[in-house]
């Protein structure tokens, strides 16, 4: 099983140790935080110096994302180095595709749809639990709702990504040149149907993405006066901040960095993964924003 740190800035270069043989640096989700050309060259010579393999991971883009992105793209193709690139925007995949076949994509883990809210960890295991609810159309009165459990037929579904179990979806990766997709590893765990020696997956450790979004709920987080109606301007408060969610109905704390939520899940289940085709664990030892 192959072993990658996952790192966001030059900073974290410190937590690689012998145990990793492959490098994934940059981010997922905001074009923001797309790593400078200098960082990037730093990361390059180190992973050089160590001999690591390399993934740059991008984010989602506007023009303006893709445009950075292409920078660096430049790059490598300058110095011939060949690499993977986890993409998770389809016109990154297309350009990478179109122009810089010294590089390998890989579909990242806003791409490949899974499950993965939480409250379907207390769904898979049947609890019902009976509880209040305050009833709108009556004011003063309340009714007892009972949760039926979700019917065990289900569980691959919620256990699935569309793009681990599906033909259809398999030839259109293949014809893309991706052999690899990128997942999260969900406490429900995974049940996926990939082809055997043509496609192989890495799973995400301890971290689980949630969700993402262009607005940020992060931005502006420092500002006296706060509204919710309007977009502020970024000052990358998610390289200061995270923010701890909690309420009754989740069983699981959810972290807020920047716009994008998760949740934490170290345990790892290498006999499951080995029969699903995973082939690669991804360690993230912070929050990847």
């Known amino acids: ?18 145990m990793y043989t492959r490098l994934y640096y940059g981010n997922e989700f905001c074009e923001r935080l797309i790593p400078s050309l200098r960082d990037l060259q730093t990361v390059i010579h180190y992973t050089k110096q160590s001999r690591l393999a390399f993934s740059l991971v991008s984010p989602c883009v506007t023009n303006s ?21 986890i993409v998770n925007d389809w016109g990154v ?39 209040l609810m305050v009833d709108y159309i009556n004011p003063g009165k309340r009714t007892i709702l009972i949760q039926k459990p979700l019917p065990s037929g289900v569980d691959p579904y919620y256990k699935g990504s569309n793009t681990a179990s599906v033909p259809i979806i398999h030839d259109f990766l293949i014809s893309q040149r991706i052999s690899r997709i990128e997942l999260d590893n969900t406490e429900q765990g995974l049940s996926l149907a990939l082809p055997k020696d043509k496609i192989g997956a890495s799973v995400y450790v301890p971290y689980v993405y949630i969700s993402t979004t262009f607005y940020c709920l992060t931005a502006g987080c420092e500002e006296k006066e ?13 390289q200061r901040y995270i923010f701890k969610l909690r309420h009754r109905t989740m069983p699981k704390i959810i ?22 085709g995973v082939n690669r664990i991804v360690y993230q030892p912070h929050i990847p924003m």
């Not at 099983?1 to 012998?18: R, V």
């Not at 994302?65 to 690139?85: A, H, R, W």
């Open 93 to 131: 995949l297309s350009l990478v595709n179109s122009k810089y076949r010294n590089l390998i994509p890989v579909l990242g883990r806003l791409l490949t749809k899974q499950k993965r809210g939480p409250r379907i960890i207390s769904l898979l295991k049947r609890e019902v639990t009976p509880r």
């Open 1 to 18: 099983m192959e072993k990658a740190l996952f790192i966001t800035n030059i900073a974290q270069l410190t937590d690689a140790d012998d």
């Open 226 to 238: 706060k509204s919710l109606l309007r977009i502020r301007a970024c000052a990358k408060e998610c």
């Open 65 to 85: 994302g893709l445009e950075e992105l292409q920078v660096l793209f430049e790059y490598l193709k300058s110095e011939d180095i060949t690499c993977e690139v």
């Open 255 to 276: 972290y807020l960095r920047g716009n994008t939520q998760f949740y934490k899940n170290a345990r790892l289940r290498l006999r499951e993964y080995k029969h699903s």
